[in-house]
């Protein structure tokens, strides 16, 4: 049969000694870790706002493009509009002018 023996004190300051150094070490680690994370986390931070900024200024030039290209139609629908009342106008003159010449239903003197 084995006895249990307390440790001696000198061996107890030693095992004291050795989880202060541990502890401290683990400290020691664990705000390295920190610090990497911490740098990480801000960079990370900074990419994903650079990035942000990068499609909202994309989003902003397509809106301007589109915008652009709205004013065109409507610049464009309104020329065609003038130049439709023109025909129609140039097309009543030439008939007056003409005098309905080759029209189906002349008239016979």
Do not use: Y
């Amino acid at each position: 049969m084995r006895t249990h023996q307390f440790p001696r004190r000198d061996e107890f300051a030693q095992l004291l000694n050795e989880l202060k150094s541990q502890r401290e070490e683990n400290k020691r680690q664990f705000e390295q870790a920190r610090e990497e994370s911490k740098c990480q986390f801000e960079q990370v931070k900074e990419e994903m706002n650079r990035r942000f900024e990068e499609v909202d200024r994309r989003f902003e030039e397509v809106k301007r493009e589109q915008l652009d290209l709205k004013r065109r139609m409507i610049k464009m629908e309104s020329t065609v509009d003038r130049m439709d009342r023109k025909i129609t106008e140039f097309d009543a003159w030439l008939k007056v002018i003409a005098g309905n010449v080759g029209d189906k239903k002349r008239q016979r003197c």
